[in-house]
C-alpha cells in the first residue's frame, strides 16, 4: 500500500520563488502596457489566473454560506484593488521603486503582529531599507502620484494578507483563491473594457495583445 505525501519546499526556497514569480510576472506584464494598458494588462494577468484556479479547484460556490460570501468577497476585492492601482503605479515610476514602497503594507502588517524581538530587527532593517530608497528630496523627478499610488497599494496588500487570513479559517486554500481571483477578474474588468488608448475599440479587447509577448 503507497501512501501519497506532499512535498513542501523550505522556507527560504518559497519566499526566493515567490519573490521571483511575483516580481518576474510584474516585469513582464509592464511589457505589455503599450498594447493593452495598465488596467487591460491587470484584467488578462488576473483573469487568465482566475480560469486556470477554477479549472483545477472548482469551487463549489453554489454551496457557500452567508458567512463564506462575506469572507471571499472582500478577499478578491482586495487583489483586484491591489493588481490595479499597482499597475497604474508602474505607468509611473519604476518597478523597482514601486516594488519597494508597495512592501510597507506587509511590513505593517508584521509590525503589529510582531512578538518576537528577532522579528524587531528584522522589521527595522526592512524600514531602512524602504527610507533608503524612496525619493525624499524635494528636486526629485520620480512622479509623486506613482508614489502615493504604490503606497496605497501598499495598504491593498495589507488589507489582502489580513482578509486571506480571515478566508482561510471558512474555505480550504484552492477553493478561497480561486474564488477570489474570480471575484478579482470582475472588479478589474469593468476598467479593461473602459480603457481606450485612443481606437474605436477598448485595448482590452485587441486581439493582438495575444501576441504582444513575442514583439
Known amino acids: 500500500m503507497t501512501s501519497s505525501r506532499s512535498v513542501a519546499l523550505p522556507p527560504v526556497a518559497s519566499i526566493l520563488l515567490a519573490v521571483f514569480?511575483?516580481?518576474?510576472?510584474?516585469?513582464?506584464?509592464?511589457?505589455?502596457?503599450?498594447?493593452?494598458?495598465?488596467?487591460?494588462?491587470?484584467?488578462v494577468r488576473i483573469g487568465l489566473s482566475a480560469l486556470i484556479l477554477l479549472a483545477v479547484f472548482r469551487p463549489p460556490v453554489h454551496r457557500f454560506t452567508a458567512a463564506q460570501w462575506r469572507a471571499v468577497v472582500p478577499y478578491g476585492l482586495s487583489i483586484g484593488?491591489?493588481?490595479?492601482?499597482?499597475?497604474?503605479?508602474?505607468?509611473?515610476?519604476?518597478?523597482?521603486?514601486?516594488?519597494?514602497?508597495?512592501?510597507?503594507?506587509?511590513?505593517?502588517?508584521?509590525?503589529?503582529?510582531?512578538?518576537?524581538?528577532?522579528?524587531?530587527?528584522?522589521i527595522a532593517?526592512?524600514?531602512?531599507?524602504i527610507a533608503l530608497i524612496a525619493p525624499w528630496q524635494a528636486g526629485s523627478a520620480i512622479d509623486p502620484l506613482g508614489v502615493a499610488i504604490a503606497l496605497l497599494t501598499g495598504g491593498c496588500w495589507a488589507a489582502y494578507i489580513v482578509l486571506g487570513g480571515r478566508v482561510s479559517q471558512l474555505l480550504t486554500g484552492g477553493v478561497a483563491v480561486a474564488t477570489g481571483m474570480s471575484i478579482a477578474t470582475l472588479t478589474v474588468l469593468p476598467f479593461a473594457l473602459a480603457a481606450d488608448s485612443g481606437n474605436a475599440r477598448p485595448i482590452a479587447l485587441r486581439w493582438e495583445a495575444l501576441g504582444a509577448s513575442r514583439t
Open 21 to 43: 514569480s511575483v516580481q518576474g510576472g510584474a516585469a513582464i506584464a509592464k511589457g505589455l502596457f503599450p498594447v493593452i494598458g495598465a488596467a487591460g494588462t491587470g484584467a
Open 81 to 122: 484593488v491591489m493588481n490595479l492601482i499597482f499597475y497604474q503605479a508602474l505607468v509611473r515610476i519604476p518597478l523597482g521603486l514601486a516594488v519597494t514602497l508597495e512592501f510597507v503594507g506587509p511590513l505593517g502588517v508584521a509590525i503589529v503582529g510582531s512578538r518576537r524581538a528577532l522579528d524587531a530587527v528584522w
Open 125 to 129: 532593517l526592512a524600514a531602512i531599507g
